[in-house]
């Protein structure tokens, strides 16, 4: 993503790291710096949908262990907290 195709702005639209293309120690650690923000950035969003949904996914998590397979309207209801009207 930042080497192949460009897509940060430090590092900008260039591609780098081509199989038969040097980067200099300058440029590869920008890359470096980028790709460690991204992956954090990208870990701290995950952890924060995990923290902001845990009811739902708890809710969700149990209905899987319950019935194993479900409808995406029975998803949304037990993910809703409403009770899932349906026999074992």
Wanted: aromatic letters at 4%; glycine letters at 4%.
């Amino acid at each position: 993503m930042v080497t192949r195709f460009g897509m940060t702005d430090k590092v900008g639209p260039v591609a780098h790291g081509d199989k038969n293309e040097q980067v200099s120690p300058a440029t590869q650690a920008l890359i470096d710096e980028e790709i460690k923000r991204l992956l954090q950035e990208s870990r701290e969003r995950a952890v924060n949908m995990l923290k902001q949904y845990s009811v739902e996914h708890r809710r969700l998590a149990e209905a899987l262990l319950k019935y194993e397979t479900l409808s995406v309207d029975e998803i949304k209801v037990v993910v809703s907290g409403k009770p899932l009207d349906r026999k074992i």
